[in-house]
């Protein structure tokens, strides 16, 4: 059962707009949310995270927002940029398991 | 933010071969591991949770006597994977949590992962 879904598999953006990453999850004991970017061949980097006890976190070009009722949360990069071209995963944490959605892929097109 | 090291970078082993991946918190330490494998264009599974000085816990579905974990000490966490066959060749990743992150290892920092291709 994925406890943290990714619906979008792609998401393709123009450089200088904003990208918009979405992320839902069903476990309401999720404690703190996190945002991960990978290149092929390399492991996750940890971008940005988020506690269940905030709706909003930001960093430089990157947000994340928390909609605790909804189940929801997502990352906003703005403005983006060609090397932001990445998978990207959300994945959030309970106790001490971490569950991640599958990833979207994000082109920004130059 | 925290550094994870893994080692070898890339794998290509004959068929019953084991192979050892490392995987270090170069300036942290780390009670919790997690190993993850990553087919092409899926999502990372986690295959077990690493935890130092005690045995590490397997997802549903992970073999493990094939995969075998030691988290000997507070920075190194191995992955053996004991008599490779082809099915095994992946991506390997590892992360660690950082202790020291506000709330109490909240964060996972991942390793740059190990690729395994067994003839």
């Known amino acids: 059962d994925q406890q943290v879904k990714q619906n979008s598999p792609s998401l393709s953006v123009q450089e200088g707009r904003i990208s918009i990453l979405n992320c839902d999850y069903t476990?309401?004991?999720?404690?703190?949310f996190l945002w991960y970017k990978k290149y092929p061949a390399e492991g996750p980097t940890f971008l940005i995270s988020?506690?269940?006890?905030?709706d909003k976190n930001e960093d430089g070009r990157f947000t994340v927002f928390l909609n605790k009722s909804a189940k929801h949360l997502s990352l906003h990069i703005v403005p983006s940029q060609p090397g932001d071209s990445a998978v990207y995963f959300c994945?959030?944490?309970?106790?001490?398991?971490?569950?991640f959605g599958t990833g979207t892929s994000l082109t920004v097109i130059p | 933010g925290a550094v994870v090291s893994q080692h070898p970078s890339r794998v290509i082993c004959k068929s019953g071969t084991s192979v050892k991946i490392e995987c270090r918190s170069l300036?942290?330490?780390?009670?919790?591991m997690f190993w993850y494998r990553q087919f092409p264009k899926q999502s990372l599974m986690l295959m077990a949770t690493?935890?130092?000085?005690?045995?590490?816990?397997?997802e549903q579905g992970v073999e493990k006597d094939k995969f075998l974990i030691n988290h000997a000490s507070l920075t190194l966490s191995t992955l053996t994977v004991a008599s490779a066959h082809p099915e095994d060749s992946s991506f390997y990743i590892c992360?660690?949590?950082?202790?020291?992150?506000?709330?109490?290892?909240?964060?996972?920092?991942f390793g740059p992962g190990t690729r395994l291709l067994v003839l």
């Open positions: 690493s935890n130092e000085g005690s045995k590490a816990t397997y």
């Open positions: 992360s660690a949590r950082d202790q020291r992150a506000s709330g109490g290892g909240e964060t996972q920092y």
């Open positions: 300036d942290f330490q780390a009670t919790t």
């Open positions: 988020i506690s269940s006890i905030k």
């Open positions: 994945a959030a944490k309970n106790g001490n398991q971490f569950y």
């Open positions: 476990n309401s004991m999720f404690d703190y």
